[in-house]
């Protein structure tokens, strides 16, 4: 049996799929996470049925193109369960009564059921059931409040092959079914909605948008700054350094193997930053300056996603973002793309329009470093001067202004408006909230620690058999004139391609002054993406688009690099 | 003579509120707004709009909605009685 859980967006769709089948999902609160559909399993009775989250629609007369994706998975159901707001019955019975049309048996969650007391509303349940001639069971998910019921139901769900309707005539329907259930009474605004509202203002909007951003920046580095140094750092100076130095006695202190393993030794010791094994920087670069950034970053961007507040920095947004080729929408998946560009690019697929699609996917890839880059650019530019690491941010903000400007005027298509639910600021589940983090973080461990590995063997061998040294001397030319790098620089560049915080890693011990480090970075963070992010451009945008992309991507690098060699 | 208690939504002042009196566009137009709950006979407050012919945004049924200016401007509103002063 095939059990499909439909609804509008930010109705607790995706907190009811968590509690009925006990798997994990990612439950946020603006709409469009939910475009990649989640499937799962629950006991009915002696059997096991299959469970479906299907993306959140308005309606079936599709829309857009998660709303198509629910129209064809709507085919495919045995049971639908229509999750429904309780708090707003006008708009959500639009669904349901489509829904009871087709004739695929309904039972109806009416969610958010505690929500309505403390707002107001009251709803006639029996008259409600009369009504749609369903079983219509009130939930809270959050709490798990009347799942048990629910459930239950589900054999009893029931179509009662409403005559198909036009438009107007189904609204008048759902008019005077609201008119006969619901009874509102009349309350002041609570404090969360004048904080809503504020937050939508020209004025107070952009003075809550710059507050949240700046906590956020400063959240991040605490968090971050407070793992290193307290958890990380003394972990592997205390305890794994003693144990790599009795290794490499075992090696007698060098030959191939040795420097493949351990790194070269600086001074008699193992450094963790140039000696460039793989049981050294190898585990030390992902673990100690990667992870606790990547975890600190996703802590934050998952408190702005499951309180609500993403949605009102796009409305904030949209006039900017318009003038890059966008709409306001497009901060979302730049701001994730600060954590890693992998899920950003995935994410542009809320973006309708392919032209929409190609400038946010570009301008993600060249201008919005990934928190493993911006972590390295902390470490080591941060070292020589605060100055340096805000000159490398303002010359990458300011390529993307510029880049995106260009490409709003160059690139064919259009961009539509903006037009998205605001939903109310919630409180976070904290549950949800740590799962949603610990699958972030685990997942950046599984992508990047064979990625990692790989590109310091590969560096390894490669460089013992002399093939950077061939690549450097023959683009030394543009190298050294051009951007004034020296010709090792290179090796970093290349490798960039398979990890960007371990190439950034790689000029290290170059022993680079502080304007070729800053050249350096800015370099490396425009260049070519990572494989990672290559593969899902090249899936998102096609060939030939892949192809466009990357060469604004190196003409873009190249011509900044080149300035920032003479201006500095 | 035009009534003058009607205008577009991206005129309206915000606080202000009325009826949803016509959506000026396309079908594809009236499929997305009226998904969203803004047809005809729907009453509507303007929360706020961002500058610069910036998105709207408004309340209809108790949720709130941002729509972009171009958009806004093809929604007329019949405006109430205390919004007209």
Redesign the interface.
């Given at each position: 049996m095939k059990i499909l859980l439909m609804g509008n967006p930010n109705v607790g769709k995706s907190v009811l799929f968590s509690r009925l089948t006990g798997v994990r999902v990612i439950v946020s609160n603006y709409p469009g996470t939910t475009v990649s559909y989640t499937r799962g399993e629950m006991k009915l009775g002696e059997d096991t049925a299959e469970v479906i989250d299907v993306p959140g629609t308005?309606?079936l007369?599709p829309?857009s193109e998660a709303e198509e994706v629910a129209l064809q998975m709507l085919h495919t159901g045995d049971v639908v369960i229509n999750v429904v707001n309780a708090?707003?019955l006008?708009?959500n019975l639009?669904l349901t009564l489509q829904l009871l049309e087709k004739g695929v048996p309904v039972v109806v969650a009416l969610n958010m059921w505690d929500d309505t007391k403390h707002?107001g509303i009251d709803i006639n349940l029996d008259k409600l059931r009369e009504l749609l001639g369903v079983p219509v069971i009130p939930t809270v998910a959050v709490t798990g409040e009347g799942i048990k019921e629910l459930v239950e139901n589900i054999p009893e769900a029931t179509s009662p092959r409403l005559p198909l309707r036009h438009?107007?005539e189904r609204?008048a329907a759902v008019?005077s079914i609201v008119d006969q259930v619901q009874h509102v009474t009349h309350r002041h605004h609570t404090w969360r909605e004048r904080l809503?509202?504020a937050s939508?203002?020209?004025l107070s909007?952009g003075i809550i948008a710059l507050a949240v951003l700046a906590i956020s920046f400063i959240v991040i580095r605490f968090v971050a700054e407070g793992l290193i140094g307290y958890v990380f750092e003394p972990l592997f100076n205390n305890l794994w350094a003693p144990v790599l130095m009795r290794l490499s006695d075992l090696l007698q202190g060098g030959g191939f193997l040795h420097d493949i393993v351990i790194g070269r030794l600086v001074n008699g010791e193992v450094n963790f930053l140039q000696s460039f094994g793989l049981l050294s920087s190898g585990l030390y670069v992902p673990f100690a300056m990667v992870l606790p950034y990547v975890t600190s970053f996703y802590l934050v961007i998952g408190l702005l996603e499951d309180t609500g507040y993403l949605?009102r920095l796009?409305?904030?947004m949209?006039?900017i973002m318009h003038r890059l080729g966008l709409?306001?929408y497009a901060i979302i998946p730049t701001l994730l793309g600060l954590g890693c560009n992998v899920p950003a690019i995935l994410a542009t697929r809320i973006l309708e329009s392919k032209r929409e699609r190609f400038i946010a996917a570009t301008l993600i890839s060249i201008a919005v470093p990934c928190a493993a880059l911006q972590a390295m650019i902390f470490g080591l530019v941060g070292e020589r001067g605060v100055q340096y690491v805000a000159i490398v941010y303002g010359t990458l903000f300011l390529v993307w202004i510029i880049l995106g400007t260009i490409l709003r005027y160059t690139v064919r298509g259009f961009t539509?408006?903006?037009?998205?639910?605001?939903?109310?600021y919630r409180l976070p589940q904290w549950r949800a909230m740590l799962q949603k983090l610990w699958m972030r973080a685990y997942g950046f461990l599984a992508e990047a620690i064979p990625i990692i590995l790989g590109a310091v063997l590969v560096i390894n061998i490669l460089y013992f058999f002399g093939v950077f040294e061939a690549i450097a001397n023959f683009t030394a030319p543009v190298v050294t004139n051009f951007l004034g790098l020296p010709k090792e620089a290179v090796t970093a560049i290349v490798i960039g391609f398979l990890r960007k915080d371990v190439a950034l890693g790689m000029l290290a011990p170059l022993a680079l002054s502080a304007k070729q480090l800053v050249v350096g970075s800015v370099v490396l963070a425009m260049f070519f993406p990572c494989i990672a992010t290559f593969v899902v451009l090249l899936r998102e945008l096609g060939v030939v688009n892949m192809l466009k992309s990357a060469g604004i991507m190196i003409s873009a690098a190249l011509i900044t690099g080149g300035i920032l060699n003479l201006v500095l | 003579m035009p009534d003058e208690r009607q205008t577009t939504l991206a005129r309206m002042r915000?606080g202000q509120s009325g009826i949803v009196a016509q959506l000026q566009g396309g079908h594809?137009l009236v499929?997305?707004?009226?998904?969203?709950?803004i047809?005809p006979?729907k009453k509507i407050t303007k929360?706020?709009?961002?500058?610069?012919?910036?998105?709207v945004?408004v309340e209809?049924?108790?949720?709130?909605?941002?729509?972009?200016?171009?958009?806004a401007s093809k929604i007329l509103v019949q405006l109430d009685d205390e919004s007209t002063k």
């Open positions: 308005y309606t007369e829309t708090t707003n006008e708009r639009y707002q438009r107007d609204w008019g809503s509202d939508v203002k020209p909007g949605p796009a409305v904030l949209d006039t709409h306001g539509p408006e903006l037009l998205i639910e605001i939903p109310p | 915000a594809g499929n997305r707004l009226s998904a969203l709950g047809i006979g929360i706020s709009s961002m500058l610069m012919r910036g998105p945004t209809v049924d108790r949720t709130r909605v941002a729509i972009g200016f171009g958009m």
